[in-house]
């Protein structure tokens, strides 16, 4: 599963609506074309940029403690 | 562990400058006041924005699929 | 002779081209529409809206001598 | 009587303002730095943008007429 430009740029577009930085937002809007992508803002959920770095920030702590197990058992063998 | 919004702020920016959103990193730098905010831009790895968003997509399919072996489970019982 | 909005805007936009302000002249020309506007560019002469204000200024300076100069005058009669 | 950068910056800045270039006022606010300038926004008549370029384009006017003038008066002679 991967997101497309237009799925990133809709998701910073969002975010910049929501956290107030209203000129950002039509500049980034003008630029990169958002009017012309084919999300539908709908099924964005309000904070879904920040979510998803959240996530992501789990997501790379959890492999980081995974990884130093693999270490401490690769050194008992 | 939590992204203060500097932090979330000056990923979007990275991001703008390397995707050639150059108009929107001047009017986002500008507008969230990125030049008055700490993060030292040398420690932020290329593309990190992209990595964040990627990472938190896959943690949010793995907690689905836990989610749905745990229903399945549940139903065992 | 009065000039239009579209005008206006196209002497701004070509302004900022040829001062640098580049992020200005993407921002105000999405903001104002300038590629909707009919304006042949080519037909614009370099540093045209500086012309335009220089020569208000000279109008104005001798709108208000001649002004002084009436009231000279009305102050003999 | 010449008018300075700072000062045509100024006039077009306002003008942006007045008419609903929010964004655009935003971008070219910061990129020409109109926060450093000196200006007393406070002794610019609303509209002085446009007041300035009207009476640009009158003397203009004026002078194409005046120089037709001269040349009938020069085929005259």
């Known amino acids: 599963m991967a997101l497309s ?5 809709f998701l ?4 910049m609506l929501e956290s107030g930085f209203q ?3 039509f500049s980034f809007g003008s630029e990169s074309m958002i ?3 084919s999300i539908n ?3 964005v959920p309000p904070g879904a940029l920040i979510t ?3 996530k992501g920030l789990q997501y790379i702590e959890i492999e ?5 197990e693999d270490e401490k ?4 063998r």
């Open 73 to 76: 058992l690769s050194a008992l």
């Open 5 to 9: 430009s237009d799925e990133v740029n």
């Open 64 to 68: 980081s403690q995974v990884n130093q």
């Open 12 to 15: 910073i577009y969002r975010y």
């Open 41 to 43: 803002g709908e099924s």
């Open 23 to 25: 000129h950002s937002a």
């Open 35 to 37: 009017a012309k992508s």
């Open 52 to 54: 998803f770095i959240q």
